[in-house]
């Protein structure tokens, strides 16, 4: 099965009322594509980062009650899972797209991305595309767009991510639901693997 892009149904799929419904939504409609993305980013990120890149798509399997608002799929540098690791995701709200480097919560590694946050935000400011966002917290599909942020920003961002134990660091692209790239397998791989290249400089200080 070759990548064909997401389409209208599949971000419907996220607005599907109740658990099991929307599970089931997910797993038929979103699932076999994230996978199918998964496996095919997998060599080009592994290139990328100079380490074999796993592929993990989101299973929401501690969910009892609430159906989740958005699905994804991660790549890590562990066959085992992704959340304790920086790492990159492309996934979907029913709103937008997402593709973003990432260190969640339950990372150590951020105060390790914190400090480069602080000490490089000049830099950060300079080399980021405008049109990426800034997000601290990955259940919400908000955020920040980077040329709304000045270094001063950044530096807050760094402290927060130190001192808060639930905050996040997220940075990359959202492309709108109704965004022809997002229905073009072809484009829209060749669009995350350019993100994804902007996005290394801070996936590698991230360690």
């Known amino acids: 099965m070759s990548f064909e892009g997401f389409t209208t149904p599949d971000f419907d799929a996220l607005t599907v009322p109740g658990l099991e419904p929307r599970m089931e939504a997910i797993i038929s409609r979103i699932r076999p594509k994230l996978e199918t993305l998964g496996t095919e980013l997998a060599p ?6 100079g380490e074999e890149m796993f592929p993990h798509v989101a299973k929401h399997a501690r969910r009892t009650v609430n159906p989740p608002n958005d699905t994804w799929v991660a790549w890590a540098a562990s066959k085992r899972g992704y959340k304790a690791l920086p790492h990159f995701q492309v996934g979907m709200f029913s709103t937008h797209l997402f593709i973003i480097f990432a260190v969640i919560y339950e990372s150590p590694n951020k105060s390790v991305f914190a400090n480069y946050l602080d000490k490089q935000a000049a830099q950060i ?10 997000s601290l917290d990955h259940m919400s599909p908000g955020g920040t767009l980077h040329q709304e942020a000045d270094a001063n920003q950044l530096k807050a961002w ?10 996040e660091a997220l940075c990359g692209l959202r492309l709108d639901r109704n965004d022809p790239l997002v229905s073009d397998g072809t484009q829209l791989i060749r669009t995350v693997q350019e993100t994804f290249q902007t996005l290394l400089p ?3 200080n991230a360690f």
Do not use: H, M, R
């Open 125 to 134: 400011k300079k080399t980021i595309p405008d049109g990426f966002y800034w």
């Open 202 to 204: 801070l996936y590698k």
């Open 44 to 49: 080009f990120l592994s290139a990328l980062c």
């Open 158 to 167: 760094a402290e927060q991510l130190k001192t808060v134990k639930k905050s």
